[in-house]
């Protein structure tokens, strides 16, 4: 079979850092070694850096993000809940659809596409949710929003964050913004291929889980013993481990943490100024609000006349760069760049900007 | 950091194909890359010969062996349901956890450890069960129960069967065993790391599906696109596909189809002779009932006087070699070893006889 190699522009996944695409090749590990179980911690450890949390409970769960989605829902959501949850793109909306099959009463707080949260319409939606739940970087509109505000504000609730597109690419401090429950994914700023997905919740929340949730492989009492997050870190059978896939994001943590966490999102930003600066210069238009547009995912507005998916086409067979359609209504109309993990460099702006430009010629 | 090399003769993780490992390293695809989708076809595909079945509805779960339990009861069970689930083991027992938090009224059938499923006690279990649930090959004791016999005798309950520890390894024959649901791990016999969860449903059991399950992630109503298995194959984006680890699945479904399955049945068969045989030789006693012991996975009784954890310390530190703990009441008096998928061979029994036979010296 041939081997085809892409330029991975979309919304994630992008390409891993290459420590993380080696370690996925090393020999595996059985989820009880003991070198493994010290890897998991590390990994753990890593995992806290970037949430910017000291949460015991920090840990990859054994799929993809759309499972932490789920996991910070099953394990918290106790029937007849209220839950507010802010809605501003795609992912806000599958919130919406995943609370209420965990038996939530869902107060949703719908935005325009393409704007952030508006803090004081969430945090005035009910006078008392047991949970508030955002998006904080949407991965559908590519809009950062205020997290640290809505913990600010968020009184008795629980705040449930997504951060599947912010982790590792811009500033996530979790602890300090008051979010109680995070999950991500690895496969946008982490650079790890996807499989994983990061999860974090705070003492707090995990006081008021649910004792015994519906999912058993989410079930977050049983997979503390897993991680060995228990006193003695003595470790129970849950599940077997993916232990390449933890062995990746192992590596890609170490990558991370050896430039410096700062440094990787001053990295971000630089390269998604770049390719921001250069679509306004090539006369395309940005479609997410100024202010609040996210520097590892980009949206712009195809232009007029241009048909979408001939173009992305075009790219991906004349150049192997991927460039993603835009989410629910805004699929022919919107395009989506991101310049995440290891494509958050100026060369990858250069090349999509370039790219561009001779497609639309 | 140094690599660690092991040979992996547990319970699972096994030591994946050669060329599932180089797959897992090469450039990353996206999730919606026409190349990926081919790949998943294929993969798919590979998945319908593995498990016997022409069931359209085939596909790798995106989350390790666990999960394919989960969401085959998340999926099938409609609350009250009569549940008969066989427990001749761990994986049983859990099967009556998860079953019952999905709203399920379970029969749960015991049996002694090491013994194989009793066919006749499991179908007069109760009068109309909706599903009659069974594991394969117990991963806990290493036995092998009569699938085929609990699928003749079906009536009209669904059959739902745990194939984590038989497929790619031992005869699986799902569409003529009435198997209805099927779940299975990639990180035995496909020799595959642990990540994926191979899964399988009949048109019958699809039409009697969960129309809304409590699990988002693993609903089989939205899975259907993710794959293509609708009319003309069209896509839709439910979650990111972990991408890397299906084009490892793929690369060991080609290792499996090019050698032939009865070919790597039998040496799955011969493997686990020699290793039986020479066990036995060296006086030791095997804890699964003869005649119903799974070559892939073998159960032996730790002699008496013997620290059974030491020996799998020794084992580990002097060969790199891992041996499995007993499970449940078991964890010290027996011991688990596994030559699956690519440890499936003379040399890998050979070898841990020799340890074995060191150690204990």
Redesign the interface.
Known sequence: MT????H?F?P??S??YPEA??A????????????FLELMDETCDGLREVWGTSNRRTLPL??????G??AAF?NTVHPGDVVVVAVNGLFGQ?MV??AQ??GAEVVAVEHEWGTPVDVDRVLSAHPSPAIIAAVHAETSTGVRSDVAALGAGKGDALLLVDAVTSIGGIEVRADDWGVDIGYA?T?KCLGV???LAPFTISERAFERRVE??????LDLGLLGGYVGEASGRQRTY????????VASLHAALGRIRAEGLPAVWERHAEAGRILQDGLQDLGLELFAQEGSRLPELTTVTVPEGVDSAQVRAQL?ERHGL?IGAGAGAYAASVWRIGLMGHNARPDAALLVLAALREALA
Chains 1, 2 share one sequence.
């Not at 054994?62 to 499972?67: E, F, I, N, R, Y």
């Not at 849950?238 to 896939?245: E, I, K, N």
Request: net charge neutral; hydrophobic share 35%.
């Open positions: 081997i085809v190699e892409r991975l979309g994630g996944p390409n891993p695409t080696t996925l090749a090393q020999p595996l590990l059985g989820h009880l070694d003991p070198v054994s799929a993809t993000g759309s499972a989605m789920e099953v599958r659809d995943v099959r965990c994914g496969q291929a996807p499989g015994k949730p519906r999912s058993w492989y849950h599940h077997t481990a993916p232990t390449a896939m991906l991927e």
